[in-house]
């Protein structure tokens, strides 16, 4: 065997043998994506007004029972991490002491027998300092940008301290810190439920059978996984259309939390995404021009699905004949407004929200075509004529211009390069003139003007001179 097929024969073997192995690789099921940890911080009231009567005991008894129960439920729960801040239990009121507030069991992996203990030795003793704890929360949470951090504050009373714990609430929300706290009110009355509604996601425990509740619905929220199906909806509200880039931000702050390209499954229905439910979300998808919604609120530990209207068809740009264009390149606005939507290229089909649209073609001259109609999964072609060439030829430098012709009227559509002594300019078909002067030339009488006709597909010389 030649050296020379020798090799070829050791390359090709090695190339399918590396083929097979990253075929291989393709197939092989994916290990499943990793959840991220959830960090959740109880806010634990023990101020004296937790030694209060309570269904089967004082509210603080009814409150160790069920927490402890709680973090037993969680024990074994992976990716998740546990703290304890409580507020009113180191100083006795009267006199109130407002900076009562103490992390008491810090974040880290398997803590449970310590928050257990701690919750047990509590005794209620002083005032609620809830914004002021709000506030420490913040600093509780280790540096994170891949954790949930969760707090959850059960409390039986309101800010006692002139504090503003839903101004802290969202100062903590909007800076990223913490996602939208829960408050389990024990024994509230109406009024103080109302001061609650803006720190955070309310639960009502008048007894100890909805506190037990309100306790396992929180976790469920926190831990449970929650899908999402983006119905990307045509003219006929059907989901058929897909494909394109969507940006999902935080409704509250305003970050940015996701981004997804819309898919269709095998079986034509949108993809399951899985969001994060303690956040509303304004959603953006990017079409042309891009559709918002906003406000979507998500079910938690549920299937949601939302629909978003985006009905789009196409817009093809042809030149005919040759094309003389290196790049011609085309705005697409609204009609009637000069936003500039899109920049697309001839010999390019792209997507747009059905409706009119106004061109503007970067020709010489450019041509504008107004109410472009774009319909629901159609093509609309736009064509231009193919362009002609001229050649300028002139003897030295000088100043000229290129006029059109039209209705004897006469447009500048070209500015000569004034030290060229050759040039050649693509024009779209029609009537033209050239005005030009020579540099050496004083006077305005020395103008010089030529008419010439440019048809498609052809090429033409003018001397000047």
């Known amino acids: 065997?030649?050296?020379?097929?020798?090799?070829?024969?050791?390359?090709?073997?090695?190339?399918?043998?590396?083929?097979?192995?990253?075929?291989?690789?393709?197939?092989?099921?994916?290990?499943?994506?990793?959840?991220?940890?959830?960090?959740?911080?109880?806010?634990?009231?023990?101020?004296?007004?937790?030694?209060?009567?309570?269904?089967?005991?004082?509210?603080?008894?009814?409150?160790?029972?069920?927490?402890?129960?709680?973090?037993?439920s969680l024990k074994d729960v992976p990716d998740v991490q546990m703290a304890l801040r409580v507020f009113g239990h180191l100083k006795k009121f009267p006199p109130q002491d407002c900076d009562d507030t103490q992390l008491e069991v810090p974040f880290e992996p398997d803590n449970f027998s310590k928050l257990k203990a701690k919750i047990k030795s509590l005794i209620p003793k002083g005032t609620t300092p809830i914004a002021r704890s709000l506030q420490a929360c913040a600093n509780d949470f280790p540096l994170s940008d891949t954790t949930r951090n969760i707090i959850i504050l059960i409390t039986d009373g309101i800010e006692e301290c002139q504090g503003d714990p839903c101004a802290v609430s969202l100062a903590l929300q909007k800076k990223g810190i913490v996602l939208k706290p829960f408050i389990i009110g024990l024994g509230l009355t109406d009024e103080m439920k109302k001061t609650f509604d803006c720190v955070g996601s309310f639960f009502d425990a008048t007894n100890e059978v909805q506190f037990k509740n309100a306790l396992r619905i929180v976790i469920s929220q926190a831990l449970n996984s929650t899908t999402l199906q983006v119905n990307l909806l045509d003219i006929y509200s059907r989901p058929t259309e897909t494909n394109v880039a969507m940006t999902f931000y935080d409704r509250l702050t305003g970050a940015m939390k996701y981004h997804f390209t819309h898919t269709l499954n095998s079986r034509g229905v949108p993809d399951t995404l899985r969001v994060d439910p303690l956040s509303a979300y304004n959603i953006v998808v990017h079409t042309i021009p891009s559709v918002r919604k906003d406000s979507v609120f998500l079910t938690p530990g549920k299937h949601n699905t939302v629909g978003i209207d985006v009905p789009q068809g196409f817009l093809n740009l042809k030149i005919e004949g040759n094309n003389e264009y290196k790049k011609l390149e085309c705005i697409v606005r609204k009609k009637n407004e000069m936003a500039t939507l899109n920049v697309q290229e001839f010999g390019s089909v792209e997507k747009y929200i059905i409706g009119k649209y106004d061109l503007e073609i970067f020709t010489t001259p450019r041509i504008y075509l107004d109410d472009i109609d774009i319909s629901q999964s159609k093509t609309t072609t736009v064509q231009i004529p193919q362009p002609g060439l001229v050649t300028l030829l002139t003897n030295g430098p000088g100043y000229g211009s290129i006029m059109l012709e039209e209705n004897n009227i006469l447009s500048l559509v070209y500015t000569m390069n004034e030290y060229a002594t050759k040039e050649t300019v693509v024009l779209q078909p029609g009537n033209y003139r050239v005005v030009y002067r020579p540099k050496n030339s004083r006077g305005s009488e020395f103008t010089l003007n030529k008419p010439f006709r440019i048809t498609s597909g052809t090429s033409i010389t003018l001397t000047i001179n």
């Not at 007004?49 to 008894?61: I, L, N, P, V, Y």
Request: proline residues 8%.
């Open 1 to 72: 065997m030649p050296v020379n097929s020798k090799y070829k024969s050791l390359f090709l073997a090695g190339f399918a043998s590396l083929f097979l192995h990253i075929s291989s690789l393709a197939q092989r099921p994916q290990p499943p994506i990793k959840p991220p940890l959830t960090r959740i911080e109880f806010l634990f009231d023990a101020s004296q007004s937790m030694f209060g009567k309570w269904q089967s005991g004082t509210k603080m008894d009814v409150a160790k029972k069920l927490m402890t129960e709680l973090t037993d």
